[in-house]
């Protein structure tokens, strides 16, 4: 039996039912035609925002609804309980919009985040390049100043949203001798000249989210497009990415727990030498591990969300809980898949797409390697 959550009230729990029925009506239908494609359908984005699903922390005044990170914790676990990767909505609301209210001026404010909040603008950030991985001091895309423009040069990859954006963060030199120091934030319009959208790239999971690779050929926009003050971009990237990792360890657990419900159901009906799959003692233990594990990493993240209110949470504590709940749910995925037996490698069955999907976990965000070292560098 599964310890009580204690952290959402009732307002929380009237959120769960309208994102839940969401996910399941308007997500979930769709998801082999959009993988298939490789992207989904902008429209589910327009309904999103109709309901209040997109950009909820952010304040009324800039088209949001003013709730607290719970809501944003709500909407994640909500997506990865169906299993329907595709839309991008948890990096488009609690990630490229808390970085334009936090440090965009008002126009910028004004203008970005009631279009993302409605669905109208997609949202993107633009770090990872070719050859970059983890390393965001490496960056070599530049933008340069040219009078009152900025004249950015380079290419990103991997990005998450990349093809569907309308506006990009781009991390990006603007001093590449200062290093680090160096490093400042752009926006970028989707229809700035010289800015190209690259292929969709085709992955092992994740299928329905459109990924892409993007390029910047002498794109010029106004310095006024400077997130924050220049030179200030790694400090900002390292500002939020506690929340930000945490929201992979959000997604991960919940996606874990949705992965053992999936194997339960097929162990109770599936049958093997005339008796249910479930029967066999190893079965149970497998369940019993996967479902111990799972709360130890349930009351984990639950209290990290508590700390995130408090504004208390610190970027070790979230490397070890991205690091951790990312392995956990490889390793819940990859018994769920076995349990499974050969129906686990069919792509029909929600707990092979979970397993394809989770993968990328372990890298993105920073490798969990990186974490260990983050977490090390504390403990010596």
């Given at each position: ?7 959402f009230?009732e ?7 309208q ?5 399941e009506e308007?997500?979930?239908p769709h998801?082999?035609?959009w993988?298939?494609q490789?992207?989904?359908?902008r429209d589910v984005w327009l309904?999103?925002?109709?309901l209040?699903l997109?950009?909820p922390?952010m ?27 595709g ?10 919009a ?14 970005w985040?009631?279009e993302?909040?409605?669905g109208r603008?997609?949202g993107?950030i633009?770090?990872t ?17 040219d009078?009152?423009e900025?004249?950015i ?14 506006i ?5 030199k ?24 690259g292929?969709?790239l085709?992955?092992?999971g994740m299928?329905a ?15 006024a ?6 030179g ?8 939020e990415l506690?929340w ?9 657990i ?6 053992l419900?999936?194997t ?6 599936r049958?093997?030498f ?9 079965t ?6 996967m479902?111990?594990?799972?709360q130890?990493g349930r009351v984990?993240?639950?209290r990290c969300?508590q700390?995130?209110?408090?504004n208390e ?8 809980a ?13 018994e769920?898949v076995?349990l ?5 490698y069919m ?19 920073g ?7 983050l977490?090390?560098r504390s403990l010596?």
């Amino acid at each position: 039996m599964a310890l009580k959550r204690e952290i959402f009230s009732e307002e929380h729990e009237i959120f769960i039912e309208q994102a839940r029925r969401f996910m399941e009506e308007e997500l979930l239908p769709h998801t082999e035609r959009w993988e298939e494609q490789g992207y989904v359908d902008r429209d589910v984005w327009l309904k999103a925002g109709e309901l209040g699903l997109l950009c909820p922390t952010m304040p009324e005044e800039y088209g949001g609804s003013g709730v607290d990170r719970l809501f944003s914790m709500i909407l994640i676990e909500e997506q990865a309980r169906v299993g329907c990767s595709g839309p991008g909505f948890s990096l488009h609301s609690d990630i490229v919009a808390p970085y334009i209210l936090h440090y965009g001026t008002e126009e910028q404010k004004k203008r970005w985040l009631p279009e993302m909040a409605a669905g109208r603008a997609i949202g993107a950030i633009a770090m990872t390049e070719p050859g970059g991985g983890s390393d965001l001091q490496a960056v070599k895309t530049t933008a340069i100043r040219d009078g009152d423009e900025l004249v950015i040069n380079g290419a990103k990859t991997f990005i998450t949203n990349g093809w569907h954006a309308d506006i990009v963060i781009v991390v990006c030199k603007t001093d590449p001798s200062q290093g680090a120091k160096g490093i400042s934030l752009v926006l970028v319009e989707g229809d700035r000249e010289g800015f190209r959208k690259g292929k969709r790239l085709k992955k092992m999971g994740m299928k329905a989210q459109d990924t892409a690779e993007l390029f910047f050929d002498d794109v010029r926009v106004p310095v006024a497009n400077m997130l924050g003050a220049e030179g200030q971009g790694f400090v900002y990237l390292m500002q939020e990415l506690a929340w930000e990792r945490l929201q992979i360890a959000i997604s991960a657990i919940a996606n874990a727990e949705a992965a053992l419900r999936w194997t339960q159901d097929y162990v109770k009906e599936r049958k093997a030498f005339g008796q249910r799959i479930a029967d066999f003692q190893n079965t149970r233990f497998k369940l019993a591990e996967m479902a111990t594990e799972i709360q130890i990493g349930r009351v984990f993240v639950d209290r990290c969300m508590q700390d995130v209110l408090k504004n208390e949470l610190d970027p070790t504590t979230a490397a070890m809980a991205k690091y951790w709940c990312s392995d956990l749910q490889c390793k819940v995925l990859d018994e769920g898949v076995q349990l499974h037996g050969g129906y686990g490698y069919m792509w029909e069955y929600p707990i092979t797409r979970a397993f394809a999907d989770a993968r990328v976990q372990r890298i993105y965000g920073g490798t969990n390697e990186i974490m260990k070292e983050l977490i090390g560098r504390s403990l010596v």
